[in-house]
């Protein structure tokens, strides 16, 4: 197929998505993924949109209120005089670059000018220490490293024969990324891209296990991400905020592929210290029309006025982990409009989702996205259509938006794809209109006294008092019970860890909850997590098996 025809049918599954903006069973029910032998985005997608359009492809405002635009038509021009530079510096097709920037124009040039060379990209955060950075080096079997140039000190102890390219200030033995100002703003391809290969490598955030190896396609992130644009509810001419970090999945989802799918605006907001105030300044000021966040940042900004938002984004989603129903409630209250939740994995594109224009139901992720059959697996016998189970993708019609596998661990990419199904790992159940339900990851969700607990449904419910801004939840060894819920509670400014504390949330625990599901045990204490945010409730089970807490751990049997 050629690169004309490759485009023209990306083009037509893309508009049958946008005709279907708020019709969710029409699209569910008619899209059909863009099915070719040869895809290049940035080449094949990027560079048509781009060509002659002086619209901003990339907005980036910094603390200081220093403002970057660019074009889509001069973003593609820069990302060629880069894929030229990098060729001329012995970048080849398959090579491995690990790419280790913060928010700059840089990352979306490199991204791009990787994709033109066939080069695969390691992404990485620049929150990496080099013991990170060795496994990643060594691992993922890199032979170019760009990186800003602070952070050049940490491959001082990354072993390994790369190509070293630093961003920013001059550094000795490094080569300058400026290098690439003089080379031509036009590029020619080798030769076609085949859409099934290796176009990016991401490491997993490793909350249960160390990272895992995730290898995309030049189809499957790219082309997969048209579900990522549909659940947002992305088109032409949007100015799109998603706060993620670089080096991880969700800025992959949401800063380059869905809004760029849709021809829409990246909005990038740099700071510090989250600034609720600030953010929302921004973003009226830039006149951002869809907005995304993962919950930690929604619960800090309902910390704050909300009305200072005097124009509120037309779109408003939350993904990383569930979002609790009383951050919803208040968001709506103040803005008018809902957040959606949305539910996919560093594997994956959006699976499962409350699509724009839907009856949103509270607590559900919604219902499949457009291209994916989700089954939910049943946790005995491993049969699909259970009300509650592992919720798993049928591979009898593979989603395009579905990686390859584990790189380099053919076991465990067997392990995910057994029977026909990929498994998620995570456990859902689904109601009779087909919405599914988050109960939790099947690491997670435990048994106390013989009753099934979920630690989201408990977070939620602590969650909803005003003294708690964060909580995991997790079993505590009982010897009557077996287990127990025990809870880590990240207290709200303002709130004292105390007797009296631990006291009112046993209430407020009392109030809200089954009586089997109630907290019984609650220690006051900061919570672990990955590089990326994520709570790493493996390390807090431990933790709690081993009994080795602050001190600050109280009983609900304490205060009767």
């Given at each position: 197929?050629s690169?004309t025809s490759?485009?023209?049918?990306f083009?037509?599954?893309?508009?049958?998505?946008?005709?279907?903006?708020?019709?969710?069973?029409?699209?569910?029910?008619?899209?059909?993924?863009?099915?070719?032998?040869?895809?290049?985005?940035?080449?094949?997608?990027?560079?048509?949109?781009?060509?002659?359009n002086?619209?901003t492809?990339?907005?980036?405002?910094?603390?200081?209120?220093?403002?970057?635009?660019?074009?889509?038509?001069?973003?593609?021009?820069?990302?060629?005089?880069?894929?030229n530079?990098?060729?001329?510096r012995?970048v080849?097709?398959?090579?491995?670059?690990?790419?280790?920037?913060?928010?700059?124009?840089?990352?979306?040039?490199?991204?791009?000018?990787?994709m033109?060379?066939r080069?695969?990209v390691?992404?990485?955060?620049?929150?990496?220490?080099p013991?990170?950075?060795?496994?990643?080096?060594e691992?993922?079997?890199?032979?170019?490293?760009?990186?800003?140039?602070?952070?050049?000190?940490?491959?001082d102890?990354?072993p390994?024969?790369?190509?070293?390219?630093?961003v920013?200030?001059?550094v000795?033995?490094?080569?300058?990324y400026?290098?690439?100002?003089g080379?031509?703003?036009?590029y020619?391809a080798?030769?076609?891209?085949?859409?099934?290969?290796?176009?990016m490598?991401?490491?997993?955030?490793?909350?249960?296990?160390?990272?895992k190896?995730v290898e995309?396609?030049?189809?499957?992130?790219p082309?997969?991400?048209?579900?990522?644009m549909y659940?947002?509810?992305?088109?032409?001419g949007?100015?799109?905020?998603n706060?993620?970090?670089?080096?991880w999945?969700?800025?992959?989802?949401?800063?380059?592929?869905?809004?760029?799918?849709?021809?829409?605006t990246?909005?990038?907001?740099n700071?510090?210290?989250?600034?609720?105030a600030?953010?929302?300044?921004?973003?009226d000021?830039?006149?951002?029309?869809?907005?995304?966040?993962p919950?930690?940042?929604?619960?800090m900004?309902?910390q704050?006025?909300?009305?200072?938002l005097?124009?509120?984004?037309?779109?408003?989603?939350?993904a990383?982990?569930?979002l609790n129903p009383?951050?919803?409630?208040?968001?709506?209250?103040?803005?008018?409009?809902t957040i959606?939740?949305?539910?996919?994995q560093?594997?994956?594109?959006?699976?499962?989702?409350?699509?724009?224009g839907?009856?949103l139901?509270?607590?559900?992720?919604?219902?499949?996205?457009?291209?994916?059959?989700?089954?939910?697996?049943?946790?005995?016998?491993?049969?699909?259509?259970?009300?509650?189970?592992?919720?798993?993708l049928?591979?009898?019609d593979?989603?395009?938006?579905?990686?390859?596998g584990?790189?380099g661990?053919?076991?465990?990419?067997a392990?995910?794809?057994?029977?026909?199904?990929y498994?998620?790992?995570?456990?859902?159940?689904?109601?009779?209109?087909?919405?599914?339900?988050?109960?939790?990851?099947a690491?997670?969700?435990?048994?106390a006294?013989?009753?099934?607990?979920?630690?989201?449904?408990?977070?939620?419910?602590?969650?909803?008092h005003?003294?708690?801004?964060e909580?995991?939840?997790?079993?505590?060894?009982?010897?009557?019970?077996l287990?127990?819920?025990?809870?880590?509670?990240?207290?709200?400014?303002?709130?004292?860890?105390?007797?009296d504390?631990?006291?009112i949330?046993f209430?407020?625990?009392?109030?809200?909850?089954?009586?089997?599901?109630?907290?019984?045990?609650l220690?006051?204490?900061?919570?672990?997590k990955?590089?990326?945010?994520?709570?790493?409730?493996?390390?807090?089970r431990?933790?709690?098996?081993?009994?080795?807490?602050?001190?600050?751990?109280?009983?609900?049997?304490?205060?009767?």
């Amino acid at each position: 197929m050629s690169a004309t025809s490759a485009t023209e049918t990306f083009r037509a599954a893309r508009d049958f998505l946008l005709r279907h903006r708020e019709d969710y069973q029409a699209a569910y029910e008619g899209f059909r993924w863009p099915r070719t032998d040869h895809f290049n985005w940035a080449l094949d997608w990027f560079d048509v949109i781009a060509e002659n359009n002086d619209r901003t492809a990339l907005h980036i405002v910094e603390e200081d209120g220093d403002r970057t635009e660019v074009s889509f038509a001069r973003m593609s021009a820069r990302s060629n005089r880069v894929a030229n530079w990098l060729r001329a510096r012995g970048v080849r097709a398959g090579d491995r670059i690990l790419v280790m920037l913060g928010n700059q124009v840089e990352l979306w040039e490199t991204a791009l000018a990787a994709m033109k060379l066939r080069a695969v990209v390691i992404p990485a955060t620049p929150l990496l220490g080099p013991a990170d950075l060795r496994d990643r080096v060594e691992r993922g079997r890199v032979r170019h490293v760009l990186v800003r140039d602070t952070d050049t000190p940490k491959f001082d102890e990354v072993p390994g024969d790369y190509t070293r390219i630093a961003v920013g200030a001059d550094v000795p033995g490094w080569l300058p990324y400026t290098g690439a100002d003089g080379h031509p703003e036009t590029y020619r391809a080798d030769r076609e891209t085949d859409a099934d290969e290796p176009l990016m490598l991401y490491f997993t955030s490793g909350t249960t296990a160390s990272p895992k190896l995730v290898e995309h396609t030049h189809a499957s992130y790219p082309v997969g991400h048209l579900s990522t644009m549909y659940w947002i509810g992305l088109k032409p001419g949007d100015v799109h905020l998603n706060i993620s970090s670089p080096g991880w999945a969700k800025h992959a989802w949401s800063n380059l592929f869905a809004p760029w799918n849709a021809e829409a605006t990246v909005f990038i907001f740099n700071y510090t210290r989250f600034d609720a105030a600030r953010l929302m300044a921004e973003m009226d000021r830039s006149g951002v029309t869809s907005f995304c966040a993962p919950p930690t940042v929604w619960r800090m900004l309902i910390q704050a006025d909300l009305s200072q938002l005097k124009n509120p984004p037309r779109e408003v989603v939350a993904a990383g982990e569930p979002l609790n129903p009383e951050v919803i409630e208040t968001v709506r209250r103040v803005w008018g409009v809902t957040i959606r939740d949305g539910f996919g994995q560093t594997e994956t594109s959006v699976q499962v989702a409350n699509t724009p224009g839907q009856l949103l139901k509270a607590g559900s992720m919604g219902r499949p996205s457009p291209g994916f059959r989700v089954e939910l697996l049943d946790p005995v016998t491993g049969e699909p259509g259970a009300l509650e189970g592992e919720i798993s993708l049928d591979l009898s019609d593979r989603p395009v938006g579905l990686m390859t596998g584990y790189h380099g661990d053919p076991e465990r990419t067997a392990q995910a794809m057994a029977g026909g199904y990929y498994r998620t790992g995570d456990i859902g159940s689904r109601d009779l209109d087909g919405y599914i339900t988050y109960v939790g990851r099947a690491d997670d969700v435990f048994k106390a006294s013989d009753y099934k607990i979920s630690p989201f449904e408990l977070e939620s419910a602590l969650l909803e008092h005003e003294a708690v801004a964060e909580a995991a939840v997790v079993p505590a060894p009982d010897p009557m019970r077996l287990a127990v819920p025990k809870a880590y509670i990240v207290l709200a400014e303002g709130w004292e860890p105390c007797p009296d504390t631990a006291k009112i949330l046993f209430e407020h625990s009392r109030s809200v909850l089954a009586p089997y599901k109630r907290v019984r045990r609650l220690e006051f204490a900061d919570l672990p997590k990955t590089v990326s945010g994520k709570i790493r409730r493996i390390e807090l089970r431990e933790r709690t098996a081993r009994g080795t807490g602050t001190g600050t751990e109280y009983a609900e049997g304490d205060f009767r």
